[in-house]
């Protein structure tokens, strides 16, 4: 079945630092990726998606390229922020989106001042 | 976007007990609506597919009759955790998928975290 590893955390960074959060998946067919963020006492948001290979999501300084050749979606921003912790999930859905999605464990970052 | 609103946000039963916990979604219409469970340390795992005038369809190893699920409208959805034992505590969030940029994304409610004392 469908599934999805990422680095499972905390992830500890200073302000400004370069974030990368690695995501990996396992699916038939060609899936849409998605990057949600839960920040403290919220739901789950939608970062941002690709739906197909070499397209890249972007989304408030984050971005993530779809790279069918490795499997991956990997998230990164160049410099973060305070504002930027929160718990960090890299998700498939094998139709857009229009039926249930597959979670990572999700990657917990906390940027400290 | 979206809207999906989940209600509770936070909610203690007592072991025996149903707690009852809502989906809406606030300005589309969800044929389908999903539900996800979230443990300490685990990813967020579908227990069911939720559909709208019709039984809900449970995920394996999901009891049905543990978690009522009911979709009486195209706007809600209820999920009712019958029985609770602290095992049942955890973290519940709902989800619908709408358009959005040209393609459809789920859209999530805030969570309920379930404590079961």
């Known amino acids: 079945g469908d599934s999805v590893t990422q680095m499972e955390g905390p992830v500890t960074l200073s302000e400004e630092a370069f974030l990368t959060i690695n995501c990996t998946y396992t699916?038939?067919?060609?899936?849409?990726l998605f990057w949600y963020v839960q920040y403290p006492g919220e739901g789950l948001q939608l970062l941002l998606k690709?739906?197909?290979?070499?397209d890249k999501g972007s989304n408030k300084g984050f971005e993530a390229t779809y790279r069918k050749e490795t499997t991956s979606f990997h998230l990164e921003k160049g410099s973060v922020q305070v504002s930027d912790s929160a718990v960090y999930f890299c998700?498939?859905?094998?139709?857009?989106?229009?039926?249930?999605?597959?979670f990572g464990i999700g990657t917990k970052l906390q940027v400290i001042p | 976007g979206a809207v999906v609103s989940q209600h509770p946000s936070r909610v203690i039963c007592k072991s025996g007990t149903s707690v009852k916990i809502e989906c809406r979604s606030l300005?589309?219409?969800?044929?389908?609506m999903f539900w996800y469970r979230q443990f300490p340390k685990q990813s967020l795992m579908l227990m069911a597919t939720?559909?709208?005038?019709?039984?809900?369809?449970?995920e394996q190893g999901v009891e049905k009759d543990k978690f009522l699920i009911n979709h009486a409208s195209l706007t809600l959805s209820t999920l009712t955790v019958t029985s609770a034992h602290p095992e049942d505590s955890s973290f519940y969030i709902c989800?619908?998928?709408?358009?959005?940029?040209?393609?459809?994304?789920?859209?999530f409610g805030q969570g309920t975290r379930l404590t079961v004392v």
């Open positions: 690709a739906t197909k290979a070499d």
């Open positions: 939720s559909n709208e005038g019709s039984k809900a369809t449970y």
């Open positions: 300005d589309f219409q969800a044929t389908t």
């Open positions: 989800s619908a998928s709408a358009s959005s940029g040209g393609g459809r994304v789920a859209f």
């Open positions: 998700a498939l859905s094998p139709d857009g989106g229009y039926q249930k999605v597959t």
């Open positions: 699916a038939t067919g060609y899936p849409s």
